[in-house]
T-cell receptor, first 113, second 112 residues
Framework: NAGVTQTPKFQVLKTGQSMTLQCAQD?????MYWYRQDPGMGLRLIYY???????DKGEVPNGYNVSRLNKREFSLRLESAAPSQTSVYFC????????????FGSGTRLTVV | QKEVEQNSGPLSVPEGAIASLNCTYS??????FFWYRQYSGKSPELIMS????GDKEDGRFTAQLNKASQYVSLLIRDSQPSDSATYLC????????????FGTGTSLTVIP
């Protein structure tokens, strides 16, 4: 099983450019999440989708948009990248209640110059 | 005060010793508690979950939960160099929904 698949693994953007991070899971999970991880800050929730058709803001949503395309796929878009968005981004999924924890993708290392 | 707090370390223990990692949380209505291991440059990997007060053992790992004192801990017995990683505590802080809050992690180094 692939679990949670994220693409791309690495990306360098210039300030002002846009890009979409893709995430897909094959575990039949209802809920999906986007986190960013920065040194000393831990994992911070950007957006999440509790179930297909719903999305909600997390702790740090500014500068990002998301789309829950279907049950399997949840994308994160940066419309106008800023250096402050340089980070490692993780997608994760879980069952609706989160009882069994999250399964994480392998991450995207994004640098904005 | 952060919702979930961990001592960032670094924590160093000799091979074969017991490593003790601690986590405190702010919300008394928390339901689920998890420990993740994250190797440098990799994604977090779930290693333990605990839902009720007391101890839960899985191999060399023991999770301990005390809801009255609002802390959860992870003990690693017979520590191995391969246990060297950052350990993240995650707590489902809300009685409804499935959002987790993560601590900033404790860096563990096991010295051969």
């Amino acid at each position: 099983n692939a679990g949670v698949t994220q693409t791309p693994k690495f990306q360098v953007l210039k300030t002002g450019q846009s890009m979409t991070l893709q995430c897909a899971q094959d575990m039949n999970h209802n809920s999906m999440y986007w986190y960013r991880q920065d040194p000393g800050m831990g994992l911070r929730l950007i957006y999440y989708s509790a179930s297909e058709g719903t999305t909600d803001k997390g702790e740090v949503p500014n500068g990002y948009n998301v789309s829950r395309l279907n049950k399997r796929e949840f994308s994160l878009r940066l419309e106008s990248a800023a250096p402050s968005q340089t980070s490692v981004y993780f997608c994760a999924s879980s069952n609706y209640e989160g009882d069994y924890g999250y399964t994480f993708g392998s991450g995207t290392r994004l640098t904005v110059v | 005060q952060k919702e979930v707090e961990q001592n960032s370390g670094p924590l160093s223990v000799p091979e074969g010793a017991i490593a003790s990692l601690n986590c405190t949380y702010s919300d008394r209505v928390s339901q689920s508690f998890f420990w993740y291991r994250q190797y440098s440059g990799k994604s977090p990997e779930l290693i333990m979950s605990i839902y009720s007060n007391g101890d839960k053992e899985d191999g060399r790992f023991t999770a301990q939960l005390n809801k009255a004192s609002q802390y959860v801990s992870l003990l690693i017995r017979d520590s191995q160099p391969s246990d060297s990683a950052t350990y993240l505590c995650a707590v489902n802080l809300r009685n409804t929904g499935n959002q987790f809050y993560f601590g900033t992690g404790t860096s563990l180094t096991v010295i051969p």
